[in-house]
């Protein structure tokens, strides 16, 4: 009985230190599985863990931060640069204002404005007070109506004058300016159209003033 005994106490032993080995090989099996599977998941994503590649295990790659430097110091180096190039661009206000103008002045020099109407009714009232009832009637014609007419016809070519010397300067201007920094169309075409309107204005100014068109009719 004792030998007996003994020799299963020694079989069991030897079946759990089996059944323990056994335990340790699958679980090894399976640890070695997992790092094998790990690793080719990395392989197939392309990407080399901090560890493998010799840098810290919070450290960024090195070339996500050269880009970033990269980036960084093109920021940096254009910004000023484009500040610089709107800062130096012309805004063309002061060229399109005179254009404005100078349309305007030869509009007015064509259609009269309210002060060659007040000065023209000025005239008329001179010529009424200086003129005796017992002139004949080409002189009254010509100190109440002849000479207000020229009056309005002075004041038409001023404007008309005005005009075209605004419209020559803003087209003249961008000469005298920095080279290489062309005018606005819009402004060009502002800028004649003063220039034509003051031209003609002008033109029916001294025209007018001369009595060659629209003169004094004929008393005799």
Avoid: C, H
């Avoid at 323990?20 to 990395?42: L, P």
């Avoid at 450290?59 to 050269?66: E, Q, S």
């Avoid at 087209?171 to 606005?184: I, S, T, V």
């Amino acid at each position: 009985m004792g030998t007996k005994t003994g020799d299963e106490t020694v079989a069991g032993t030897e079946a759990k230190n089996d059944e323990a080995e056994q335990n340790e090989a699958r679980n090894g099996e399976g640890k070695d599985t997992g790092a094998a599977a790990a690793d080719r998941a990395d392989e197939t994503a392309g990407g080399t863990s901090p560890q493998d590649a010799g840098q810290p295990a919070g450290a960024a790659p090195a070339d996500t931060v050269d880009d970033t430097a990269d980036d960084d110091g093109d920021d940096a180096v254009d910004g000023p640069v484009e500040e610089t190039a709107q800062d130096d661009t012309p805004s063309g206000v002061g060229q399109g204002a005179g254009a404005v103008v100078s349309a305007v002045l030869g509009v007015v020099s064509l259609t009269g404005g309210w002060i060659g109407t007040v000065a023209s009714a000025r005239e008329t009232l001179i010529g009424q007070l200086q003129t005796s009832s017992s002139a004949s009637v080409a002189t009254q014609v010509k100190e109440v109506y002849g000479d207000a007419w020229q009056t309005t016809a002075l004041w038409a070519g001023a404007f008309a004058l005005a005009a075209l010397i605004v419209g020559v300067f803003v087209l003249a201007r961008p000469a005298f300016g920095a080279p290489g920094k062309p005018q606005a169309g819009w402004i060009k075409s502002v800028a004649w159209a003063g220039v034509s309107l003051g031209v003609i204005g002008l033109l029916l100014a001294v025209l007018k003033y001369s009595d060659v068109i629209l003169g004094l009719p004929s008393t005799s």
